[in-house]
């Protein structure tokens, strides 16, 4: 079995410069690299990476050509309720307003610019489980 040194997940979009407008507006992403086909972002310290693939790159194997979108994403941030204020001053499609979860989340759902679904949580501070069931 061979160790997983790194892992980037890649989103395939039909407009890069939508899709790194949102990831780096509402996450702490910056851009390493920045091309006509595929923009690679970065947190800072390098822990987590986000890789953004146009939909028609040459780069995708011959004869597979999939749609863009169709993922379900979960970041997991400080500040639920800060995204949320964000999303919304720019526009971007909330499919589901912040509330607090059973399994002590602060959970909203975004739609992606490439059409996926964004989980955003953060944890609520001094959760007892069980409150509220």
Known sequence: MEAI????????????ENSKAYYTTLFDFQVDYDSDWFVH???PGRQLELGI????????PTGVKP??????????????????RMARE???TVLKEPEDTFYGQRRLVLESPEGGIIDVSSPIPDFTPGEGL
């Open 5 to 16: 040194n790194r892992l980037l997940l890649n989103v395939l979009s039909d407009n890069l």
């Open 41 to 43: 972002l970065i947190s």
């Open 53 to 60: 693939l146009s939909a028609d790159s040459d780069m995708l």
């Open 67 to 84: 749609q863009s979108g169709g993922f379900f994403t979960t970041f997991v941030v400080e500040d639920a309720g800060a995204v949320f």
């Open 90 to 92: 720019r526009g971007f």
